[in-house]
């Protein structure tokens, strides 16, 4: 009886398609939650989300980013409030694509995003700096640094709301 | 132990030192009250309630004298009804406190919820997050949640300048009043201060220039929330991503403890850099304050300027040459010159460097002079006699204890001891302070002695004087172990005392304590080498010797002159190398030429000048060979504080490509020379040679000389509260080298001295000393450049109506074949006929030591 019962379910999958994907030809759709290369975002006003408080770095169990802080003025500022990230990198090869710098950061600046194509040739090329990770500037606004209104930005973190 | 009391905490019985404060005495024995506004160093105020504990004492019957018992035979203790304050209470017998039942754990909830009414919570964007008490005592004792709105908050400015160095958050503030506490009763400079009431209460500077204080940075260091940080620091890095390394402070005698916190950086190329300095903890040194010259004056170590090459003159141009070019060139020259050879040594070299170029100068020849610059100092025998006892404690003198402070300007010269000095006049210590001009310690001495310029010596004669006719000088010693007594009695027999020194005097004499400060004001050489021994004699006889809290020190102009003078370098040497200048020179971190005329001329007639430096200053600019070496910072090694105390400094930076040691640079010198032997492979074992060789440091190692314990008050440990992850000493406390008092078997030799000043008749120029000045070291600290003064003179009143200067004319004064271009000042510091002149408050040399000159104005 079970050797039967064996059998059938072999049997049926004879009958099924494959369900390997020929990629890179075709390709599956990802999962809104996959965890690929990350982005550091901006505000719609093209200012910097990252305030540079280095909690992503610490909540990295690999030990994979890199944040050096810098002072903002309103001459040249980058974003809101007085701190921002002069130099920002993440090494991707240490990175395990958990997601924790995610949860760490208090301005939602650093997001792990659908890029999952990642290749390089030297190790050095797998540190990601700020350049290759913050996000374009949304169409027709000024980059950054950029000159601001004094007293305008003076929060580095948008003003939380109370509960409803 | 001293004198103990016994309290209960939490049901438990204590031993507890008398008269301790109950935060304190509970923290001894490993009971957490938290605070916020308290600390061990200030009087308590009770203003922020994070400290209630229910209180309650002993009953006492009346009638037997006894503590009344309950059933069970235990003492029957009266609680209060309401939370008290523990900052604000001192042990007493029977004490009792409960510092975690249900109340006080809702009172401490409450107080938090409170002080975070307004609280910006941008921890992640704060400089304290990380190592912040708010932060630590609300994850510890806070409310998860606030029942206030969030849109309730006020909102403040965030970037509020307090002085070019330190920056306020009004946001952050808590009001807990320790800055301003810290300014008035530490330091006791009115800077800061509280301004309107309430909600709109807030901390402004009250001081033109603002914050003008010496000390500033130790307020961001106390600030118990990120309210105020240094412009220095301010978001170089996270608390928790630097590592602290320690560290001696190399501008000052004092030779503050200091952690350097390092940590990577890109913009220097991965290397590891010094993002800040913080004290660390030593008691009987500097406790856990720094100046703002130690805490902001480390970027000479990172600067561009720093050489990285040896360089040979060729024709009067530089050309770049490997070490080991270098090292044949010099030592060629060695062999060549032999006994006309003369060594100089600047003053923050280490210890181990100095022995190496002590070792190398024995190599070269038999009796070539090593000299010690600047030559303005000397009376390494009176220290060695008479130095102050080891176990000197100065943060605890009080009332039985006297200091005199003797031609200096304390607050310049040697801040912290200042600092301290302060404190123990404010204890009731009798402070005395003897100069020939105002200085800022008067206005905390009991006793404010005027001499003319060049008496000083005179002063402490007088007061030997006194103390042998009214009979308080230490027979047992002076029978037992003196020598020369007869012919300084001799000497002083006969001497009038005028009023004013008798009145000092019997101050001075009638405590058990006494410590005297010399420097070097308004001195020359000689005169100063008496003043030492002055002092000495003074000490010897009244038996102010071999104890802790009695004996000399001198404030000497240099972190390591101290170790300089207790490896065989001197100024007399150095004035006898200017007298007879050798053909070859080698000089190690000294800038000579910079600083004095006289020797900038002697070094160009010189046929070959090796110099050992982190920088192009004149001296190297004038020399044949230039020898990169590294920064305190980028090495190990040891300084010897004025106090004698040996202390290690380690490896906070990584170190410069090119450069060495400059113990290693004259090492391998030494062993290309005929009898040299392998160079050290380590710093340590060159301290190894040194105490097997220098009777002072005898038995010292690496080892030893990183020893810690615990100090009262503790506050370097991991308690939440208290702030700032770096006071914590890791490095050592350092070993003092005992005088010959204290060791039984030594006799101690005085001498008249002689008191003979020069009258000065016509307009004499006294170099002083400024602690903020253009020295190479402190130059590349631009955040410091607000508090250099431009280079200026001062004027008394009747001088300068003479010259017909006002405040502020511009000056050329001549003295010798100098010109210097001043501003003058006409502002009550100068006494008549005297010109005050700070030295190296420019790259060009002024007089070292007292000099006739002339004043002329200079017409717009
Ligand atoms: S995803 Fe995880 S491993 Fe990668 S950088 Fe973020 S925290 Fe580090
Ligand atoms: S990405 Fe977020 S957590 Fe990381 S430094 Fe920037 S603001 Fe901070
Ligand atoms: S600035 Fe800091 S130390 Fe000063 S009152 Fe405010 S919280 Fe206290
Ligand atoms: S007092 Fe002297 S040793 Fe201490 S930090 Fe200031 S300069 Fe350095
Ligand atoms: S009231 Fe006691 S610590 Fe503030």
Partial sequence: MNLVRGFATTFKHILEGPVTVQYPEQERPLRERFKGKHALKRYDNGLEKC???????????????????????????????????????????????????????????????????????????????????????PAGVEGTPRQTEPGVYTRSIPDMKNPD | MAETVTISIDGQSYQ???????????????????????????????????????????????????????????????????????????????MAIRTSTAKVVEARDDILEFILTSHPLDCPICDKGGECPLQNLTMAYGPGESQFLYDDKQHLAKHVPLGELIYLDRERCIQCARCTRFCDEVVGDDVLAFHERGRKLQIVTVSDPPFDTKFSGNTTDICPVGALTTADFRFGARPWELSEVPSICPHCPVGCNISASTRLDRDSGGKKVIKRIMPRQNEQVNEIWICDKGRFGHHHSLSSNRLQTPMLKKDGAWVEIDWKTAYQEVTSRLQKYGEKVGFLAGPSLSNEDLWEMRKLARRTCRDCQIGLWPATMTGLEAVTQAGVGVGTHLAALGPESAILVIASDFEEEAPIWWLQVKQAADRGAKVMVANARPTKLDQYAKCVVRYEYGEAVEVLNHIAVFARRHDKLNQTLVEGRVDGF???????KGKRVPKQHSEAAELLLDTENLVIFAGNEGLTLAQQAELMQAAANLLILTGHVARPNNGLVAVWPGANMQGALDLGFSAEATVSLLDNPPSMWVIGDADPVAEDARAAAVLDQAEFVVVSTQFMTPTAEQADLVLPVLSFAEREGTFTNAMRRVQRFYMAQTPLEGALSAWKVFAQIGSALPGGDKPRISAALVMRDIAQHVVRYAGMNYTDLAHVETQFPDVGGHDLYYGGNAYANHGGLGIQWATNAEKENYRLTVRPVSAEAPKYEDLTLIPIRLLYNRDVLFEPSTVMHARIPAPYADFNAKDAAQLGIIDGDQVVISAGDLQINVSARVNGQAPTGFVLLPIRLSQLPVPAAPAMCSVQKVEE
């Avoid at chain 1, 890029?115 to 050095?124: A, I, Q, V, W, Y």
């Avoid at chain 2, 939370?83 to 007493?92: E, P, R």
């Avoid at chain 2, 007869?486 to 002083?492: T, W």
């Fill in chain 2, 16 to 94: 507890v030192p008398k008269g301790a404060n109950l935060v304190d005495a509970a923290k001894l024995h490993g009971t957490d009250i938290p605070v916020f506004c308290y600390h061990p160093k200030m009087k308590p105020v009770g203003m922020c309630r994070m400290c209630l504990v229910e209180l309650g004492s002993v009953t006492v019957n009346r009638e037997s004298g006894k503590p009344d018992l309950d059933e069970h035979g235990q003492p029957v203790i009266r609680w209060q009804p309401k939370l008290q304050t523990a900052c604000t209470q001192t042990v007493s017998e029977g």
């Fill in chain 2, 486 to 492: 007869a012919e300084l009695e001799a000497d002083l």
């Fill in chain 1, 51 to 137: 305030i540079g408080c280095s909690l992503c770095a610490a909540a990295c169990p690999a030990d994979a980013i890199w944040v050096e802080a810098a002072e903002n003025t309103d001459e040249e500022r980058y974003s809101p409030g007085e701190r921002y990230a002069k130099t920002y990198e993440i090494n991707m090869l240490r990175c395990i694509f958990c997601g924790y710098c995610e949860d760490a950061c208090p301005t939602e600046a650093i997001v792990l995003e659908h890029e999952f194509r990642l290749s390089f040739n030297d190790r050095r090329d797998a540190i990601y700096t700020k350049d290759k990770l913050i996000d374009p500037l």
